[in-house]
Structure formats: C-alpha cells, structure tokens
Antibody
Framework: QVQLVQSGAEVKKPGASVKVSCKASGYTFTSYYMHWVRQAPGQGLEWMGIINPSGGSTSYAQKLQGRVTMTRDTSTSTVYMELSSLRSEDTAVYYC????????????WGQGTMVTVSS | QSVLTQPPSASGTPGQRVTISCSGSSSNIGSNTVNWYQQLPGTAPKLLIYSNNQRPSGVPDRFSGSKSGTSASLAISGLQSEDEADYYCAAWDDSLNGPGVFGTGTKVTVL
C-alpha cells in the first residue's frame, strides 16, 4: 500500500542539526511532490517546504530559509529534511506529506517524527 | 503567524450542520484553490477536501467545501461524534508569505 515511513524521534541540543528521513513506498516516487510540515506542541500546522523528487528542486518557507535543506535519494525513494541551528522553538512533530495534485493537497502523510530541542 | 484566519472553535449537537470559515487574501485564496484537513488528537492530518470542493475517495459526502473571492468554507452536515477534531484550511500563497500557508485551525466540538 501507499505509505510514508519516517525516522524515529530525536533529542537535540540547541545549536545542533537534525536530519529526518521519509521513505516512500507503493507508488512511483518521482511522480509526486513531497512537502514537510511541522506542528509544535499544542499549536497549528506550519508549512516548511517542498521538494520535487524528480529533479530535486526545492522551495522553502521564508522564515526557515538558510536553516532548512530538503534532499532526496531516488535509489531508495527517500526524502530528507535537515534543520540546522536548532532552538527550543523548533521542538515539534515533523511530517512529510505527498502532494496529490501539486496543489497543496496532501493525501498521504508520514507518521510524524518528534524532534525535541533541549539543553 | 498564519495568513489564513479561521475561528478558533465551533460546535454543534449530533445531526446539526456546522460551518467553518477561512479568510485569506488575493495572494492565496483569491488566486489559488483551497484544501481542508481534519486532524484527530494524536494523529497526522487527513485530507478532507481539495481543489475547493473535491472529496478524496473515502471521505463521506457530509463534508463539503466552497470558495468565494478571498474566503472559503467547510461544511459538516449531519454532525457525528467522530467529527470532533481540529480542522485546517490550506492554500498556496503567491506572496512572500508562502508559498504554502495553513489556516489557524478550528476545534470542532460535538456537544
């Protein structure tokens, strides 16, 4: 079946970096854009960025520019999201999500990865 | 700081109709399609409506979406206890706010 499986929870210190993976299966990896969305505890959804698994092009939320990097490995059907210079405000559940129609319609979501930033 | 504004809460009794609004601007809702997500506690969001008014396979027809100008709405008719969840609108944004933005979210309570 179509699914996205993310890597496990992470605990990081302020200033460190974290890299979360999202492995796709059950469909043609290069046919759908992938997004990353995060949700801080008790807060709403925040869009982080998008990657085209076919060519690797990316676009990021302005507030994260310079700290976030999204990449992909077509040989393993995996996308990655790396966030650097972590601060406490980055504590959140991070989701990858497949875009059904390249129109911000996310039909398949990963299970989420909890990233905790604490000294 | 979301640019799509939703009411923080909405409620209704079983069987009632509940409507959630999503207010944006010309750079997002005014020029792009709107999608809606349902998030049950402790779970990943689920796509409820895409392209303003389309339901993915498996979503009950009790859920419907509409858009007019720079605003959109999600309606839940025949409210059921399992509809108690958080709901978010979302759209592309052509300004520096984007390119992707979510609404502030609405908590629906079934009384």
């Amino acid at each position: 079946q179509v699914q996205l499986v993310q890597s496990g929870a992470e605990v990081k210190k302020p200033g460190a970096s974290v890299k979360v993976s999202c492995k796709a299966s059950g469909y043609t990896f290069t046919s759908y854009y992938m997004h990353w969305v995060r949700q801080a505890p008790g807060q709403g959804l925040e869009w982080m960025g998008i990657i085209n698994p076919s060519g690797g092009s990316t676009s990021y939320a302005q507030k994260l520019q310079g700290r976030v990097t999204m990449t992909r490995d077509t040989s393993t059907s995996t996308v990655y999201m790396e966030l650097s210079s972590l601060r406490s405000e980055d504590t959140a559940v991070y989701y990858c999500a497949r875009d059904l129609i390249a129109g911000f319609a996310f039909d398949i979501w990963g299970q989420g990865t909890m990233v905790t930033v604490s000294s | 700081q979301s640019v799509l504004t939703q009411p923080p809460s909405a409620s209704g009794t079983p069987g009632q109709r509940v409507t959630i609004s999503c207010s944006g601007s010309s750079s997002n809702i005014g020029s792009n399609t709107v999608n809606w997500y349902q998030q049950l506690p402790g779970t990943a969001p689920k796509l409820l409506i895409y392209s303003n008014n389309q339901r993915p396979s498996g979503v009950p027809d009790r859920f419907s979406g509409s858009k007019s100008g720079t605003s959109a709405s999600l309606a839940i008719s025949g409210l059921q206890s399992e509809d108690e969840a958080d709901y978010y609108c979302a759209a592309w944004d052509d300004s520096l706010n984007g390119p992707g933005v979510f609404g502030t979210g609405t908590k629906v309570t079934v009384l």
